[in-house]
C-alpha cells in the first residue's frame, strides 16, 4: 500500500425498498471537505485571526504565522528543487525533516486557499525515514529524486488516493495503481505528500468544484489560481511544495503558473509519461493533453523532464515517442550566442491588458540589448480560428459524457462549467465529421510549420492569458496558451513581473473595444471586448478599476517552440532570463 486509506461514504436506505439512496451531493461535498480538513494535524492549524477572510494577501503567510521554525523556513525557502536534492544528499537535512517542513508549509496553503484534496503526511513521513536510513547505511541515494517533496494534481493516479476530477459522482474512486509518472517519481526517491485540488470536469482555466469548493488565489484571494492544475498553483505559490505534476489540455499547467508567479511546462504530446489519469472522453486522441511540471525554478522543469525520460518511459507506455532527453542539447541553446525571437503583443482577437504588454515590450528590449533579434510575430492562422477548432474538438460529444457524470452525482454545473457547456452551440458529432476536424488541424499545423521555418524564428515570445489571474468566473479565453496545445507546439511560462498602480495611467489601444458588455450578457464572439473592460472599466470617480482588481497579482509571459523541442525551449527561456537580469529585471519585474 503506498499512500493513505480512501474512507468510504455512507448511503443512507429507503426504509420501504430497502433499495440504497444515494446522499445529496452537498452531503457528500461536506464529507470530503471535512475528511481534507480533519487530516491536518492540530500543531499545523492557524489561529482564527489568518482565516477570517479579512486578509486577501496570504503568499508570505507561512513565515509569519509561526507554525514553521527557523529551520523549517530555511527548507522551504531554497531557491530550487535542484538544490534542496543537493543538501539532501549531503547531509545539510534529512528526508524527514523535508518532509515535516513541506508538511507544515501546506497545511498552511490549505487553510487559507483550499488547496488539497489528499493529507498524505503519515505515509510521506514513513517514506522519508526509509529513504534516511538507505542513505545512512549504504551511503548513496535511492535515485536523482531522493527525499524530495512532489505534490500530485488530484486526477492523476496514486496507489490509495482518489481521483474524481472535480466529480460528485467519482467522490470515492479509489486507484490502486499509480500513474506511470508516479511510478518513474517513486522509484527515483520522491516523497508524496499531498493531493491538489482541480475544477469539476477539469475542462476551465479555474479551480471551482462542488466537491470540493473554490481555491484562491494567495497573491489575492479575490482571484483565481487558475485551471485545471489550480491546487498545484496556489500550493506552489506559498512554497507547500517546489516541484509538482500537472496536466495539460488548453493550458492547465502554464495558466496556473502563470497566475501564481511560477513556472509551468507543457512538453508536446508522447514526451513525458502520460498514462493513469482520470478524466472524462477516455480514448478521445482527437486532441490529447499532456503530463508536465510547475515549480519556481526553471531548472527544476528540466529535472522533472529528465528524470521522467531518463526512465525510458516508452518501454512501458507505448504511445510515447522514444527521444532520449538531450542535456547537451539544453546547454547548447543555454549558450548561444544570439536568438531570434518572434515577438507578438496580441493575437489580434483578445488584446491583453497593459501589464502584459509592458512586461513582453520590456522583455523584448532586454534581449535586444543582449545583442538578440527580436521580429514581429504575425500568425498565419488566426489564432481565433485555432481556438474555435480546439474548442469543438474538446466537445466532440456536445458535452453529453459531462452533463450524464454530473447528472449521476446529482449535480449542477459551477457557473464557470455552466458557462462553457451553454455558451457555444456544441453538437454530438458523427464519425465522419471529427475526419473533417482532423483533417483541418493537421492542415493548420502544415501551415504554421511551412511560415515558422520561413521566418527562421527560434521561438516565439507571447502572453500566457490576456490578463493577470482572472477575477473568479471570468476565465473564458483560451486562446493565447490552447493554441500551441492544437499545434502540439512546446511552450513554458516564466514569471516576469507584477501589476503595478502605474498600470492604471497607460492609454487604452486604439479599438480597445470598450462597449459595455455584462459578464453574463455576451456571447464568445466578443469576449474581447468583455476582457478589455475588465481592466479599462472606470469606478465613480473616474478611475481605471484593473490596477485595483488584480492588486498584487503576478505577470506571466510565454516562450513557445516547434514541437519536440522541450530541450531547446528551456535553454532558450535561460538566455531570456540572463537578458532580462542583464537589465536588472528579476523574475518579480522588480529592477535589482
Known amino acids: 500500500m503506498t499512500g493513505d486509506s480512501v474512507a468510504s461514504n455512507a448511503a443512507s436506505t429507503n426504509p420501504s425498498t430497502s433499495t440504497p439512496t444515494p446522499p445529496p451531493w452537498q452531503t457528500i461535498a461536506q464529507e470530503q471537505r471535512s475528511r481534507v480538513y480533519n487530516s491536518i494535524p492540530k500543531s499545523h492549524i492557524l489561529p482564527k485571526e489568518y482565516v477570517s477572510g479579512a486578509q486577501q494577501q496570504h503568499v508570505d503567510l507561512p513565515g509569519t504565522c509561526g507554525i514553521l521554525s527557523p529551520r523549517e523556513l530555511e527548507i522551504t525557502g531554497v531557491e530550487s528543487a535542484g538544490v534542496l536534492l543537493e543538501r539532501i544528499r549531503g547531509g545539510v537535512y534529512s528526508s524527514v525533516e523535508v518532509a515535516e517542513a513541506f508538511c507544515k508549509r501546506a497545511s498552511v496553503a490549505h487553510q487559507v486557499t483550499n488547496c488539497l484534496t489528499e493529507i498524505l503526511y503519515p505515509s510521506a513521513l514513513a517514506r522519508a525515514k526509509e529513504l534516511d536510513e538507505y542513505l545512512l547505511t549504504t551511503g548513496k541515494t535511492v535515485g536523482p529524486l531522493h527525499g524530495l517533496p512532489i505534490s500530485i494534481k488530484e486526477h492523476v493516479h496514486l496507489a490509495g488516493t482518489r481521483s474524481t476530477s472535480g466529480f460528485i459522482a467519482w467522490a470515492d474512486n479509489a486507484e490502486s495503481e499509480d500513474a506511470l509518472i508516479v511510478e518513474v517519481f517513486r522509484k527515483a526517491g520522491a516523497v508524496f505528500h499531498v493531493k491538489t485540488t482541480d475544477p469539476q470536469s477539469l475542462l476551465c482555466l479555474e479551480t471551482n468544484s462542488n466537491l470540493y469548493g473554490r481555491t484562491l488565489n494567495p497573491y489575492n484571494t479575490n482571484l483565481t489560481p487558475g485551471g485545471s492544475s489550480g491546487g498545484e498553483g496556489a500550493l506552489i505559490a506559498m512554497r ?13 499547467i502554464r495558466c496556473p503558473a502563470a497566475f501564481c508567479g511560477l513556472y509551468g511546462f507543457k512538453p508536446s504530446v508522447a514526451r513525458i509519461p502520460h498514462g ?17 511540471p510547475l515549480g519556481v525554478n526553471v531548472e527544476d522543469m528540466e529535472l ?42 496580441t493575437d489580434d482577437f483578445v488584446d491583453p491588458h497593459p501589464h502584459i504588454t509592458r512586461c513582453l515590450q520590456e522583455t523584448a528590449a532586454a534581449l535586444e540589448k543582449a545583442g538578440h533579434r527580436v521580429v514581429k510575430w504575425t500568425p498565419p492562422v488566426p489564432h481565433k480560428v485555432l481556438n474555435e477548432l480546439i474548442m469543438n474538438l474538446y466537445f466532440l460529444d456536445g458535452g453529453n459524457e459531462y452533463r450524464e457524470i454530473m447528472a449521476e452525482g446529482g449535480e449542477p454545473p459551477v457557473e464557470i462549467i455552466e458557462w462553457i ?29 511551412k511560415h515558422w521555418t520561413s521566418t527562421q524564428v527560434d521561438a516565439i515570445l507571447c502572453p500566457a492569458f490576456p490578463t493577470a489571474a482572472s477575477i473568479h468566473d471570468t476565465s473564458k479565453y483560451w486562446g493565447y496558451t490552447s493554441a500551441w496545445n492544437l499545434l502540439d507546439y512546446s511552450s513554458i511560462v516564466f514569471p516576469a513581473g507584477q501589476v503595478l498602480e502605474s498600470d492604471g495611467d497607460i492609454s487604452p489601444a486604439e479599438g480597445a473595444g470598450l462597449e459595455k458588455v455584462g459578464r453574463k450578457e455576451y456571447t464568445p464572439e466578443t469576449v474581447g471586448e468583455y476582457v478589455s473592460q475588465l481592466w479599462w472599466e472606470r469606478d465613480g470617480e473616474g478611475r481605471v478599476v484593473g490596477t485595483e482588481r488584480y492588486r498584487d497579482a503576478p505577470v506571466a509571459l510565454q516562450l513557445v517552440g516547434r514541437r519536440y523541442e522541450e530541450e531547446k525551449v528551456l535553454g532558450m527561456l535561460k538566455r531570456v532570463l540572463e537578458a532580462r537580469r542583464g537589465v536588472g529585471l528579476d523574475g518579480n519585474g522588480v529592477v535589482l
Not at 482520470?278 to 503530463?291: E, P, T
Not at 529528465?306 to 547537451?328: C, F, G, M, T
Not at 453538437?427 to 493548420?444: F, H, I, M, P, V
Request: net charge negative; glycine share 12%.
Open 240 to 252: 507547500g511544495s517546489l516541484l509538482g505534476v500537472g496536466t495539460d489540455i488548453g493550458g492547465s
Open 421 to 449: 457547456l451553454e455558451s457555444f452551440e456544441w453538437k454530438n458529432l458523427g464519425a465522419s465529421d471529427t475526419w473533417k476536424l482532423n483533417k483541418l488541424r493537421e492542415q493548420y499545423r502544415t501551415i504554421y510549420a
Open 276 to 292: 493513469g489519469l482520470a478524466g472524462a472522453h477516455g480514448g478521445m486522441d482527437n486532441i490529447v493533453g499532456v503530463v508536465g
Open 304 to 345: 522533472f523532464c529528465k528524470v521522467a525520460i531518463d526512465y525510458q518511459p516508452w518501454r512501458h507506455e507505448p504511445s510515447l515517442v522514444n527521444i532520449p532527453w538531450d542535456s547537451e542539447a539544453v546547454k547548447s541553446w543555454t549558450l548561444k550566442e544570439s536568438l531570434t525571437i518572434g515577438l507578438m503583443l
